[in-house]
């Protein structure tokens, strides 16, 4: 789930997915707003076959936080500088 | 006129005549009344031994073909050509009798009836026996019928007819030589009744016979025959270009089996170019996006990935390659026969396509052979039926114009024959003021006498004052007969004598009778013709006139009914 | 060779090496029947006279079958077996045919001693023609069957044209018949070396099927991509996994691919759809190498 398999794509590993949330979060944001410009990308880019669900989206948020590469702040999500 | 009446059988009662009026009696049995029983006496017979001696048919009715008669023969001497001959008849050989009289050469000569008749003709009315007229032409024996009244064809029923059966054309003609006019437009009108008649019964032919179908009218078969030759000329242009060719069904067979393979072909190509997408699908390498930027996001959020994970995202993209990898060895080959069908397939469809062209052109421009015997056939009934089309317009065509010129014949002759009564108007009036005279003389008068021009020709009739009764009908035969023989004694024909049966007495009042017979000899000893009259007893004597005496010109042999033997023949049969 | 013509003579490779003793003379008697019809007599409607060394009888050509299957074919039994056998029908039955044929399901032939034996009883017996049938020569005698025949006897077949009709829902039902484990332990992903067909000795009908199943393996992967449990592709291969292991030594490679195919597909006869999903899904876990051998490095 975390990282791509033979029968898990590189797009639904939540690694992958925690790098576009990541690329989101130039400015702290609430976790609908990310939600939004990411689901958003996702239909726009036609040639993505698979467009992001909430959960995996959710389950990749949890990494970053386990992680450490995220903190909510006041109902918003910002990245934790190093 | 007739001088003496005889015969071979021994119980015939011989008649001598004398110049003028001639009366034979007929005694009739107190109680019989009918006019058979009066007629075995003979005055019928009377009449009929004249006919038969100037050369009436004797059919198997006559009566002198009957056992009792047929081996007698009949005689009669008369006046002819200001001659004296005798002729003789047996009904034996009814088609030959014997002449004799200084007229003939040598002393009897055996001619036949043909023979006799012409010469009758010529000496008696001046007909030419050679004069080939155009359609009717007077005859002797039509001519002489009105001098012999015979009731036997029903003579007196109207002045112009001497017979029931006579023709409009005949008696036409017949009147209209006797009265001297020109008989020859009578003669034209009834060419012009022949072929009415004719066209009638070609009419009703063409409604059943010659062509199946009612001719129709000419216009309409006019616009028929038209349609159908047009018909006819696009079909024998058609077969005039029609090239047969022997193989027509079996290239049209090819041209199927083509259809059906090309379908077959294209339904293949189907399936198989379905299969080449599937493996350029599944030949495909979609190389993931690169993630070179992973490291270094998660690097900015503080984060160091340990290197498993970094290498596990290399070791899956390698994987998926070497699974194309090994795909492409397997599928390749697949991939590229399927190419392969494809290709040859569509090189198989092209030259398929063009055979099928090919075909189609030779089928477009020629024919098979049983289309060809089909349209051979066609022709030939396209051509039967615009030859009866043809045929039925031509004579509608024919029907129709010889109907107009009939129409106009009809016309031309009343014109002529109104201009010829116009040119001819003294022998009218001659005619007229002759019946007129006669009439005059009656106890009653009997009408006067009209002619008049119809489009049917000319038509005789008499007007009458009053009553129509039988009698007066009957006086106006005798009116009329009496007008011929004027007629006739002025312009020197006829057969100069008279003879009346006594059925034209018949239902006539007695003073009727003996004023007519005072007439009947006044103008025949005026005009030196004889008149012989039959009369039965009871009407002879029953009036008087003055200055007539019916007695002396009562003929010694008298007739009766009352013994077998009172009759003419002296027999009975 | 077409996907119909290999899926069915894999079926028929199966159902003989299956057929072992009285299996097998009903495996013969099945196929002869359809392929001769009623020209073919088996010898048990001949009545009650048991065994007359007799196992079928071919009219038209005169041919008298003895059907032979052992499971294993000992010398010692085997020729007093087959001289009895050809004594017995020449007595009973020499009238009526002019060729003995000695049916049996040895896959790699006969051994040399029987071999020897066929011989001498055919130089023995002028007039009698002596033959033996195994594999090959019965394929050549299942190779007549219409299709109608092949369809009583296996179902439907995948098609070309069922492959142009293939869809996801074929491939979920396909899915939903696997029993699905639970996410497993990170597995090690390596590339799928060459030659993995070969390297596996699967037959050519076999062969076939998997890369009519290949052409179809992105419909799979594509299916894994879109559902909304990211995991099942995963999840699925475990099973797969785990069947091949129960699988792997008790048969053969073409036995072990049938009985996937019935576990895969279930024992019932699908639709020419639902067999080449079938397919797609074994292909795809073949590809990945979840199941069978993979060729050694050496292969490649």
Partial sequence: MILPSKHLSQDRALLTVGVGILQHLGQPKTVSAVWEELHRRGEEAQHSATPLKFDQFILALDLLFLMGAVQLDEGLLRRKKP | ?573 | MNLQQAFYEHKFEIAFLRARGDAFQDFFERLMGFAYKADFMACRPWGNRGDRKNDGFLRSERRLFQVYAPNEMKESVAIPKIREDFEGARIHWGVYFDEWVFVHNGTDGLPPHVQKLILELEKANTGIKLETWGLEELRLVFRRLSTDDLQLWFGFAPTDEARARLGFRDIQVVLERIGEQAVPFVQPVRDVPMGKIKANALSESVAALLKAGMAKAPLVDEFYSRWHDATLGERIAQSFRTKYESLRGRFSPNEIFAELQVWVGGDDQGTPEHQLAVLAVMAYYFESCDIFEEARGDES
């Fill in chain 2, 1 to 573: 006129m007739i001088q003496r009446i005889y015969s071979t059988l021994p119980t015939f009662k011989c008649l001598d005549f004398r110049p003028g009026l001639n009366i034979l009696i007929a005694q009739k049995e107190q109680g019989a009344t009918s006019k058979q029983t009066r007629n075995r006496a003979g005055k019928t017979s009377l009449i009929e031994i004249v006919h038969f001696l100037t050369g009436a048919d004797a059919g198997k009715d006559s009566p002198f073909r009957t056992e009792a008669l047929v081996n007698e023969s009949f005689g009669m001497e008369f006046d002819l050509g200001g001659e004296r001959v005798s002729v003789e008849r047996s009904g034996s050989a009814k088609s030959k009798l014997q002449v004799s009289g200084s007229g003939f050469a040598g002393d009897i000569c055996r001619i036949t009836i043909k023979e006799w008749v012409e010469a009758l003709g010529e000496s008696v009315f001046g007909l030419n026996a050679g004069q080939d007229a155009a359609g009717r032409a007077p005859t002797f024996r039509s001519l002489f019928a009105y001098f012999v009244r015979r009731q036997i064809s029903g003579a007196f029923t109207t002045p112009e007819k001497q017979a029931t059966m006579q023709q409009v054309g005949d008696y036409q003609v017949a009147l209209m030589f006797l009265l001297g006019l020109d008989w020859k437009i009578a003669s034209d009108w009834q060419q012009v009744r022949d072929r009415e008649k004719t066209l009638a019964e070609l009419k009703k032919a063409a409604g059943a016979g010659a062509f199946g179908s009612v001719i129709g009218k000419a216009s309409d078969l006019r616009t028929q025959l038209t349609v159908a030759e047009a018909r006819l000329g696009k079909l024998k242009s058609q077969m005039g270009s029609f090239r047969v060719l022997p193989q027509y069904r079996e290239l049209e067979t090819e041209a199927d089996e083509i259809t059906r393979d090309l379908n077959k072909l294209a339904n293949d190509n189907t399936i198989d170019i379905a299969m080449i997408r599937d493996l350029e699908i599944a030949l495909h390498v979609e190389a993931p996006p690169s993630l070179a930027d992973l490291e270094s996001t998660y690097a900015e959020a503080g984060i160091v990935l340990p290197g498993t994970a970094v290498r596990r995202y290399d070791e899956v993209r390698s994987f998926h390659e070497s699974v194309i990898r090994n795909r492409r060895d397997y599928l390749s080959g697949e991939l590229s026969s399927a190419k392969q069908r494809l290709e040859s397939r569509e090189q198989q469809k092209a030259k398929l396509d063009q055979r099928r062209s090919e075909i189609m052109v030779i089928l477009r421009s020629h024919g098979a052979l049983e289309q060809f015997s089909w349209l051979q056939g066609e022709v030939g009934r396209a051509e039967a039926d615009a030859e009866s089309l043809r045929q039925r317009f031509e004579a509608a065509e024919q029907l129709e114009g010889a109907q107009n010129e009939l129409e106009i014949e009809r016309n031309r002759l009343t014109l002529r024959l109104r201009r010829d009564f116009s040119e001819e108007g003294q022998r009218l009036a001659d005619a007229i003021l002759a019946f007129e005279e006669t009439s005059g003389r009656l106890y009653e008068s009997a009408g006067s006498m009209q002619v008049d021009t119809t489009p049917n020709g000319p038509v005789f009739g008499i007007q009458m004052q009053g009553s129509r009764s039988k009698g007066i009908k009957n006086m106006q035969i005798f009116c009329f007969d009496m007008m011929l023989m004027r007629l006739c004694a002025k312009r020197a024909i006829g057969p100069g004598f008279l003879i009346h049966d006594s059925h034209l007495f018949d239902g006539v009042d007695g003073r009727q009778i003996i004023s007519a017979l005072k007439a009947g000899a006044e103008t025949a000893e005026e005009l030196g013709f004889q008149y012989i009259v039959t009369l039965n007893e009871d009407d002879a004597f029953k009036e008087t006139v003055e200055g007539f005496d019916v007695r002396e010109h009562v003929l010694p042999v008298t007739l009766t009914d009352a013994t077998e033997d009172g009759g003419l023949f002296g027999i009975r049969f």
